[in-house]
């Protein structure tokens, strides 16, 4: 897998390369590129490349109106921009998104529709519905989120009030950075999101299959 710890990391995506600007030195996790957001972005570009992979429900972007939690400096969110997920707004705290903001500046060029940038805390309802105004998300992704203890209920909550009641999906890009953290999301959010299914390791980007990281789509209702 192509990952470094390196201020920049590139991460080709249909047929550009897009590059993200690091700030290891920084007390916000969200400005470091972590390992899941390129798995994730990586597995979306395989499966539109072959129709026979599963999930092309989910990853049917045209009229899919999308949020991304946790943002950070931009991997996830403008590598799926990059493949065609153009209503799209991504979020994080305040103090990351000058990092947001960079990164979409160096790969604005690759991009046909800039996505839209918020501030969003998970536990602030005033965010969450100007959010979900006027109407909530087919689509929310979210990579590398489930890392502190105290968050998971509201990452959880603001999963499920920005996902649309219905219908709304989550793509999850995920790898185990806290075992209390771990056990607590996954004893709740099925209350939320019933149907969870783990994309098998084969169906992963090999080049980009870091063994720690998994995708898991989470559906209110099972598919049709």
């Given at each position: 897998?192509?990952?470094?710890?390196?201020?920049?990391?590139?991460?080709?995506?249909?047929?550009?390369?897009?590059?993200?600007?690091?700030?290891?030195?920084?007390?916000?996790?969200?400005?470091?590129?972590?390992?899941s957001?390129?798995?994730?972005?990586k597995?979306?570009?395989?499966c539109?490349?072959?129709?026979?992979?599963?999930?092309?429900?989910?990853?049917?972007?045209?009229g899919?109106?999308a949020?991304?939690l946790?943002?950070?400096c931009?991997?996830?969110?403008?590598?799926?921009?990059?493949?065609?997920?153009?209503?799209l707004?991504?979020?994080?705290?305040?103090?990351?998104?000058?990092a947001?903001?960079?990164n979409?500046?160096?790969?604005?060029?690759?991009?046909?529709?800039?996505?839209?940038?918020?501030?969003?805390?998970?536990?602030c309802?005033?965010?969450?519905?100007?959010?979900a105004t006027?109407?909530?998300?087919d689509?929310?992704?979210?990579?590398d989120?489930v890392?502190?203890?105290?968050?998971?209920?509201?990452?959880?909550?603001?999963?499920?009030a920005?996902?649309d009641a219905?219908?709304?999906?989550?793509?999850?890009?995920?790898?185990?950075?806290?075992?209390e953290?771990?056990?607590?999301?996954?004893?709740?959010?099925?209350?939320?999101f019933?149907?969870i299914?783990?994309?098998?390791r084969e169906?992963?980007?090999?080049?980009?299959?870091?063994?720690?990281?998994?995708?898991?789509?989470?559906?209110?209702?099972?598919?049709?």
């Open positions: 897998m192509r990952f470094t710890a390196s201020p920049v990391v590139e991460l080709p995506v249909s047929g550009a390369v897009l590059t993200f600007e690091q700030d290891n030195d920084s007390f916000e996790v969200g400005t470091s590129v972590w390992p957001s390129l798995v994730l972005v597995f979306v570009e395989r539109i490349r072959d129709p026979a992979l599963p999930f092309a429900d989910v990853l049917r972007f045209p899919t109106r949020v991304e946790g943002s950070g931009g991997p996830a969110g403008l590598g799926l921009s990059r493949l065609g997920l153009t209503d707004v991504l979020t994080d705290i305040a103090a990351v998104l000058p947001l903001r960079r979409l500046r160096r790969n604005r060029v690759h991009l046909a529709r800039a996505p839209r940038l918020a501030q969003l805390h998970w536990n309802p005033a965010h969450l519905a100007t959010l006027p109407r909530r998300f689509l929310v992704v979210a990579a989120v890392y502190v203890q105290e968050s998971v209920p509201h990452l959880i909550a603001a999963m499920d920005l996902a219905e219908r709304g999906v989550v793509l999850l890009g995920y790898q185990i950075r806290s075992p953290a771990h056990q607590v999301f996954w004893e709740t959010v099925p209350a939320v019933p149907v299914e783990k994309v098998a169906h992963l980007d090999p080049e980009y299959a870091y063994e720690e990281s998994d995708v898991f789509i989470l559906r209110r209702s099972p598919r049709q």
